[in-house]
C-alpha cells in the first residue's frame, strides 16, 4: 500500500521526453499538481552528469522544457531524471 502515492504521482505527472529518438531538439513535458521544488537533469548511459536542465521550484500545471537550450547532445543513449518533491522518474532517451 505504501506505493499508491508514488504510483498516483507518477500517472498524474503525465512525464513525457519526446520526440524519441530525437535528431536535435528534445522537448520535456510534465504536469505538476501542486506546487514543487523541481529538479531536470541529463545523465550520460555511465551515469555522468551531463546538464541541469531545470532546478528549482515551479508552481502546478504544465511544464516545457527544452534540452537543446541547455546543452548539444552527441549521438547516443541519455537518461532525463526528473526530481518532484521526493521522487524520481526517469525516461531513456536516444539521440540520432
Do not use: C, R, W
Not at 520526440?19 to 555511465?46: A, G, H, K, M, R
Not at 508552481?59 to 534540452?67: A, L, V
Not at 518532484?84 to 539521440?95: N, R, W
Request: no cysteine; hydrophobic share 35%.
Amino acid at each position: 500500500m505504501g506505493n499508491v502515492g508514488v504510483d498516483e504521482l507518477a500517472n498524474n505527472i503525465n512525464f513525457n521526453v519526446y520526440p524519441n529518438p530525437s535528431e536535435d531538439n528534445t522537448i520535456i513535458s510534465f504536469t505538476l499538481i501542486e506546487s514543487q521544488e523541481t529538479d531536470i537533469t541529463v545523465y550520460d548511459v555511465v551515469g555522468k552528469e551531463v546538464a541541469t536542465v531545470f532546478s528549482g521550484n515551479l508552481n502546478k500545471g504544465e511544464h516545457q522544457y527544452s534540452i537543446a537550450d541547455k546543452t548539444k547532445l552527441s549521438a547516443g543513449v541519455y537518461f532525463i531524471k526528473l526530481n518532484v518533491g521526493g521522487e524520481s522518474f526517469t525516461k531513456k532517451l536516444i539521440v540520432k
